[in-house]
Nanobody, 125 residues
Framework: QSQLVESGGGLVQPGGSLRLSCAAS????????IGWFRQAPGKEREGVSC????????KYADSVKGRFTISRDNAKNTAYLQMNSLQPEDTAVYYC??????????????????WGQGTQVTVSS
């Protein structure tokens, strides 16, 4: 069974950091771009970041540029999202997803073949 599993979410104070992981099983991530999305209560799911299959190209939403860093370790079949300087508005369920490439439409849900179940990130004092 091919699936993505996110982990690393939790409760953190404003200004704190978390590192999310996205592990694939049943298939290799070597040829897939990985996108991170988030969905806050009552809001639509939005694209946060994307990394190409090689890791040579990355994309970020304006709201997280300079604070979040996406990376991957193909040997571990895992992608990561390092989140620094977290703010209450970053509170959401975070999802990872796989597609063939980031491209100009990386932030759209369409085109992603596999999705994880999500991990909750709560930023609160």
């Amino acid at each position: 069974q091919s699936q993505l599993v996110e982990s690393g979410g939790g409760l953190v104070q404003p200004g704190g950091s978390l590192r999310l992981s996205c592990a694939a099983s049943g298939f290799t991530l070597d040829y897939s771009a990985i996108g991170w999305f988030r969905q806050a209560p009552g809001k639509e799911r939005e694209g946060v970041s994307c990394i190409s299959s090689s890791g040579g190209s990355t994309k970020y939403a304006d709201s997280v540029k300079g604070r979040f860093t996406i990376s991957r370790d193909n040997a571990k079949n895992t992608a990561y999202l390092q989140m620094n300087s977290l703010q209450p508005e970053d509170t959401a369920v975070y999802y990872c997803a796989a597609r063939s490439g980031c491209g100009s439409s990386w932030y759209r849900l369409l085109g992603y073949n596999y999705w994880g179940q999500g991990t909750q990130v709560t930023v609160s004092s």
